[in-house]
């Protein structure tokens, strides 16, 4: 059974950084694409990045520049690398990824950033 646990959340000011981590099993990750996704209060949830087996990650354009997904594949585990965090970046995050037409989420974690 494919599990994704997310960590890394918390409470940081404006300016400050993070870094989340999306622990997977039951699948592996270097043969999956893999996705960060975040949903705020009120609003719906929305894609922050992205990271293929193959090929170029992408960004959200409110987070280029900010953020860096990245991948351990001996640990099976996904990053987002969080700087520069602006109040806007509040919200629970999600990693994601899609197995044959089903897809998978963990609990998300949450992200706040003062002013």
């Known amino acids: 059974q494919v599990q994704l646990v997310e960590s890394g959340g918390g409470l940081v000011q404006a300016g400050g950084s993070l870094r989340l981590s999306c622990a997977a099993s039951g699948t592996t990750i270097s043969t999956r694409f893999m996705g960060w996704y975040r949903q705020a209060p009120g609003r719906q949830r929305e894609l922050v990045a992205t990271i293929p087996s193959v090929g170029s990650t992408n960004y959200a354009e409110s987070v280029k520049g900010r953020f860096t997904i990245s991948r351990d594949n001996a640990k099976n585990t996904v990053y987002l690398q969080m700087n520069d965090l602006k109040p806007e970046d509040t919200a629970l995050y999600y990693c994601?990824?899609?197995?044959?037409?089903?897809?998978?989420w963990g609990q998300g974690t949450q992200v706040t950033v003062s002013s």
């Open positions: 994601s990824t899609r197995i044959r037409g089903t897809s998978y």
